[in-house]
Nanobody, 124 residues
Framework: QVQLVESGGGLVQAGASLRLSCAAS????????MGWFRQAPGKEREFVAT????????YYADSVKDRFTISRDNAKNTVYLQMNSLKPEDTAVYYC?????????????????WGQGTQVTVSS
């Protein structure tokens, strides 16, 4: 069982930056690939970014590429999402998720564990 708790969301103006954090337990966090997804009101949950268990590979949605960076610190059992140049269309609830699969996946069904989400609101 993996428990995930996101933090770092908030209300910012367009062009600002935010860093989301996702704290995981137990210590087997380093065995899991991690992903960030988001869901805007009235829309389906969509993939944002993912990172392999050792941080060796990352993959991003086209909509966030070159603006967002996913990283992880296995010593702290934490995965991060650095979000720069935020746009109003980035407004959503952001979720982190964990997968036992060794391969990168952008599909929500590949992730067995999910956090409760953190709200990000970007005003124009």
């Amino acid at each position: 069982q993996v428990q995930l708790v996101e933090s770092g969301g908030g209300l910012v103006q367009a062009g600002a930056s935010l860093r989301l954090s996702c704290a995981a337990s137990p210590r087997t966090f380093s065995h899991y690939g991690m992903g960030w997804f988001r869901q805007a009101p009235g829309k389906e949950r969509e993939f944002v970014a993912t990172i392999t268990w050792n941080g060796g590979s990352t993959y991003y949605a086209d909509s966030v590429k070159d603006r967002f960076t996913i990283s992880r610190d296995n010593a702290k059992n934490t995965v991060y999402l650095q979000m720069n140049s935020l746009k109003p269309e980035d407004t959503a609830v952001y979720y982190c998720a964990a997968t036992a699969n060794s391969r990168i996946s952008s599909v929500p069904s590949a992730y067995a564990y999910w956090g409760q989400g953190t709200q990000v609101t970007v005003s124009s």
